[in-house]
Nanobody, 118 residues
Framework: QVQLVESGGGLVQPGGSLRLSCAAS????????MGWYRQVPGKQRELVAT???????NYADFVRGRFTISRDNAANTVYLPMDSLKPEDTAVYYC????????????WGQGTQVTVSS
């Protein structure tokens, strides 16, 4: 069973920065596709950024150039440094791990709240 624990959320002023961390149980960050998603009340969860086992990254247009997904293989941790934060970035941010081979597996963390407000 994969466990994902997010941390690093909080309250920040517009234009500020935060760094989210996702600590994974076991040696999975180089085996699973890892990603960050976010959700606000009343809306669907949306993709923020992903990183494949090969290191390829993908970003939603609304965070491109401001957020950077990375991972530390030795620490089994995925990071999401977030710069130039905007009020519309306010959401609960979730870490995700998934793969299709050998079987379909999809795991979520409990989420961490990010609030951007003055």
């Amino acid at each position: 069973q994969v466990q994902l624990v997010e941390s690093g959320g909080g309250l920040v002023q517009p234009g500020g920065s935060l760094r989210l961390s996702c600590a994974a149980s076991g040696d999975i960050v180089t085996i699973y596709n890892m990603g960050w998603y976010r959700q606000v009340p009343g809306k669907q969860r949306e993709l923020v950024a992903t990183i494949t086992p090969g290191g390829s990254t993908n970003y939603a247009d609304f965070v491109r150039g401001r957020f950077t997904i990375s991972r530390d293989n030795a620490a089994n941790t995925v990071y999401l440094p977030m710069d130039s934060l905007k009020p519309e970035d306010t959401a609960v941010y979730y870490c995700n791990a998934n793969r299709r081979v050998p079987i379909l597996q999809n795991y979520w963390g409990q989420g961490t709240q990010v609030t951007v407000s003055s």
